[in-house]
């Protein structure tokens, strides 16, 4: 066919009468898409300054406090300001191990409240249930903190005590003399259990409900019980959602700050420190919390907390990075 004859069909008008885009119009599209694009490209381009801007202003303030430290950095459990001779090991176990207990204790709860909620209860208690658990979020931090230290702490010292009775042998359960009360990194991640299980919750819920209903309808038909088609088509499909949700989830434990600032005991430079469970400590956020009016008052010292908040925001970046890769390559497989 000519170049002619090709034109004039391209050029006809097809079935809602109206004629196709050609040249720059059917590249560029419509001036509401053309604005649209331009605008969700510069907000997500925003969001990247941003953070590059927040770590280039945690890097730029932690330098000269860095250069001033004489202790290691990575290596020292001590937190001194003045004079500055500050280590990361201690923050960094307490947060890392209360996040993790926190995620342990949460994530088995919140999918089998999402699968209940999904697969097993009738419509008329599950959507009043979806939104009890949801209303857990709403409950402010220091509400969490407050309740866990005057009211749950106490109740906790039995059950602490049991523990160390039975599993005192394994090292990272013995128990901490120097720490009264249950206010410890195991408490502590029971309370931040209760705060994130709302998240893991509501995204693992709306995860298993879109799971498609012919993937049901298939292992039903096949002779699977409720629970294996659960097994063999719920949860594979959900199971990059349960993952977003226990990252999210975890980022939430790594950076709280009132309730754990409320919470645990903290432990004296110079005092003994464990690997224990049992133990208290600081995590990254409540360090920073508790001392923001003493590093205020002094550059060098701000910049020795900024520097522990600098190796926070790298972890929280790196969890959110492996969540990311995990779900890629889940997407990878299952396609």
Known sequence: MSSTGASIIDELPGPDGRRPLSGDQAGT????????????????????VLVVLVGAFLLITAIP???????????????????????????????VMSSIIALVIAVPFAIAIALFLTQYAPRWLARPGAAVIDLLAAVPSIVYGLWGAYVVAPKFVPVQDAIQTVFGWVPFLKGVPSVSGGTTILFVGLILS?????????????????????????????????WE?????????????????SMLGLGRALGETIAVMLILSTIPNGAPWTWSFFNGGSTFASLIASNAPEAISDMRQMGAYIAAGLVLFVLTFVVNVIARVIIERRKAFTE
């Open 65 to 95: 406090a860095l250069r001033g430290n004489t202790a290691n950095f990575f290596t020292s459990r001590d937190f001194t300001t003045s004079p500055l001779h500050f280590g990361i090991v201690q923050l960094l176990w307490t947060t």
């Open 29 to 48: 599209g419509r001036l509401g898409d053309r604005i649209f694009k331009a605008a969700a490209s510069g907000a997500g381009g925003i969001v990247v």
């Open 229 to 245: 088609m659960i097994r063999t088509a719920v949860l594979p499909f959900g199971k990059p959602g349960v993952i977003s949700a």
């Open 194 to 226: 209760i705060m994130i299980l709302p998240i893991i919750t509501a995204i693992s819920r709306e995860v298993f409900a879109q799971t498609p209903m012919t993937h049901k309808e298939g292992a039903i038909a096949l002779g699977a019980t409720k």
